[in-house]
């Protein structure tokens, strides 16, 4: 026996591993906001354009939507509330989405939570925070602007990003410039989680198909291909996306709910386009999961890299 009177100590047992809360650094923080807003800027701004026209405009194919967003304006009209909204949207959504579900995280293990299960309760909360801090008001202006009835083609004056948003907020108020915000909350709740999950199978799958033990990195081609089958296979939620678009759409028709709710915008939807209508737009959402997918992962290496030079710290953020 050890002279403390303790057994274990004298057997040279290891002490009980303390939970540490991950700090949250300004680096890890630039490097999401960086990512973010090259993802936007490429592809992502004309997909998302893309998703959200063929949602607000179910009778539309793709070929339509791709016509009705040119006759918007061309090439610009792909980049349609890309500045501010997108913008403002890519560069704190990374931000919020890695401190809520870092804190999430670390609170989740302290009652006993594995590494899997304390992940995807993160990417959920995170996902929620997203929606209510920044994503409700962006989205809900970046669609008025993809679909608000275009007066210039009856020769008036067409109004600007800035006097569109001041005109909804002296209408409706904040519950106005945040529209469908609880349908944004849903999206990125399911999004999150079901990505995290999806993709962790994939990756598994990827080990066994491979001969990779759990410890071995895996290439960068297959943390794209793993990922991308996460973002892509999450897309099952689109009808939410959908009655996201339909929520905070500004084109005209009298048909609709007077006042909407997530359920009767559902229901109208469904009542008018079918099962067909709730999936419009999935195909440019599944590309914008792999843009995304891509930029993360393939970049995140050569962004990680400049964000060290910049900042002098040491990035521990994972993509």
Not at 116 to 143: E, N
Not at 216 to 226: D, R
Not at 305 to 311: G, I, P, S
Request: hydrophobic residues 40%; charged residues 20%; aromatic residues 8%.
């Amino acid at each position: 026996m050890s002279a403390t009177g303790n057994p274990a100590i004298g057997l040279g047992a290891s002490k009980p591993t303390t939970l540490e809360k991950k700090p949250v650094k300004f680096s890890n923080l630039l490097l999401g906001a960086g990512l973010n807003m090259f993802e936007v800027t490429t592809l992502g701004q004309p997909l998302e354009v893309m998703k959200t026209t063929m949602a607000a405009n179910r009778q539309d194919g793709m070929a339509g939507s791709v016509s009705r967003i040119w006759s918007r304006g061309g090439v610009l009209g792909f980049y349609q509330g890309l500045i501010p909204w997108a913008w403002i949207e890519a560069s704190t959504k990374g931000a919020v989405l890695l401190f809520v579900a870092s804190e999430a995280e670390y609170y989740a293990r302290t009652f006993g939570a594995g590494n899997f299960t304390s992940g995807i309760a993160g990417g959920m909360t995170g996902g929620l925070a997203q929606a209510y801090a920044t994503m409700g008001f962006c989205t809900c202006m970046k669609t008025v602007e993809m679909t608000k009835h275009k007066a210039a083609v009856t020769g008036q004056k067409v109004p600007g990003t800035m006097s569109t948003f001041m005109d909804i907020y002296r209408k409706d108020g904040i519950a106005g410039i945040n529209k469908g915000v609880n349908a944004v909350a849903v999206r990125q709740v399911t999004n999150w989680g079901s990505r995290f999950g999806l993709s962790r199978v994939a990756e598994s799958q990827i080990r066994i198909f491979t001969g990779k033990s759990d410890s071995t990195p895996l290439a960068v081609p297959e943390k794209i291909l793993a990922s991308a089958l996460g973002g892509g296979l999450s897309a099952w939620n689109q009808p939410i996306e959908v009655v996201r678009v339909e929520m905070q759409s500004k084109k005209e028709d009298p048909n609709r709910p007077k006042k909407m709710t997530v359920g009767n915008t559902f229901r109208y939807i469904y009542s008018t386009n079918g099962l067909k209508g709730l999936y419009r737009g999935v195909a440019p959402r599944i590309g914008l999961g792999v843009w995304q997918t891509v930029c993360m992962v393939a970049l995140g290496d050569i962004a990680k890299e400049l964000v060290e030079k910049a900042t002098g710290d040491v990035v521990t953020a994972k993509h």
